[in-house]
């Protein structure tokens, strides 16, 4: 039988010290509210903040929210929100209209998809959507429409294949896919000209397109990460010796035709490795 979750900390103690936070927030006019770890659970408990429409930085992680109130959409001046580590198991698409917005990170939390239209975001840099519940089936079709991304944090969910409109996101920076289920990267993620660090850690990959070989992961500020794949035995010597190595193999021919005749016959030549298990992730819980 489910029950509610019980609070660590007394109702009215708790909401005395948001009420506080938000006074002297008001009070003092501050841009920036932060309201960690204070066991709320619906932004009701935070009375009057929906209508401090001048800030502009919001933190409410590690705390115990399980849905956003549309509204929140109206504080037109937020540039950061921070809702880590809470209970969220889906998104009002009035967060995408936020015209100011650059920073979203619901990172840790039980989303299994995304409202339709959430890719709309005027001015979005950095979307951080890691520890959730989501593939390839629960994007939303305008999903890859973000150009002014720079940051698109997708680890620890449960992607098999990433959408070839990846290619679309022509201002992306980082990207990082560890910790999912990859079976194969789409050969246009080649056309992130702008990549500068790429992690595709722990998930099922036995080949690279040769395409990835074309991103600049080897100057002084770049990251590639991938280890734990199970690589096909020609990767895996040559990332034994370094990345730089693993990138000059799959630019050469053999390489090229390797992965052509692998893609032509539709993994058929390749075991498909198994699923880790994901059963005890706290992005599953029920309570």
Not at 152 to 172: H, S, T, V
Not at 208 to 217: I, Q, R, S
Not at 226 to 252: A, F, R, T
Request: glycine share 4%; charged share 25%.
């Amino acid at each position: 039988m489910n029950t509610a979750p019980v609070s660590c900390i007394p109702v009215s103690n708790k909401m005395s010290k948001v009420k506080k936070i938000l006074a002297e927030a008001r009070e003092a006019q501050n841009r920036e509210i932060d309201l960690v770890d204070l066991n709320i659970a619906t932004i009701e408990e935070c009375p009057s903040l929906l209508s401090l429409t001048y800030i502009t930085r919001l933190t409410l992680s590690h705390n115990k929210i399980r849905e956003l109130p549309p509204g929140l959409a109206n504080l037109t001046n937020l540039e950061i929100i921070n809702l880590s580590n809470n209970h969220l198991k889906e998104l009002p698409v009035s967060l995408s209209s936020m015209p100011k917005l650059r920073i979203l990170n619901v990172s840790i939390n039980r989303l299994d998809s995304l409202p339709r239209g959430f890719g709309a975001f005027p001015v979005i840099e950095v979307l951080d959507l890691s520890y959730n519940n989501l593939n390839e089936n629960t994007l939303p079709g305008n999903f890859f429409m973000m150009e002014t991304l720079r940051a698109l944090y997708l680890g620890d969910n449960d992607f098999e294949y990433l959408p070839k409109e990846i290619g679309n996101l022509k201002n992306l920076q980082i990207l990082g896919l560890r910790d999912n289920d990859l079976l194969e990267l789409p050969r246009e993620i080649g056309e992130l000209t702008r990549l500068r660090e790429l992690h595709i850690q722990n998930n099922r990959l036995t080949l690279l397109p040769p395409e990835v070989a074309k991103l600049d992961l080897l100057g002084n500020k770049s990251v590639m990460k991938m280890e734990e794949n199970p690589w096909v035995p020609h990767i895996n010597e040559q990332y034994l010796l370094g990345i730089s190595h693993v990138l000059d193999y799959i630019k050469s021919e053999a390489y090229r035709i390797l992965y052509n005749r692998h893609m032509a016959a539709g993994r058929s030549g390749l075991t498909v490795p198994p699923k880790g298990d994901k059963s005890k992730k706290a992005s599953r819980a029920r309570s």
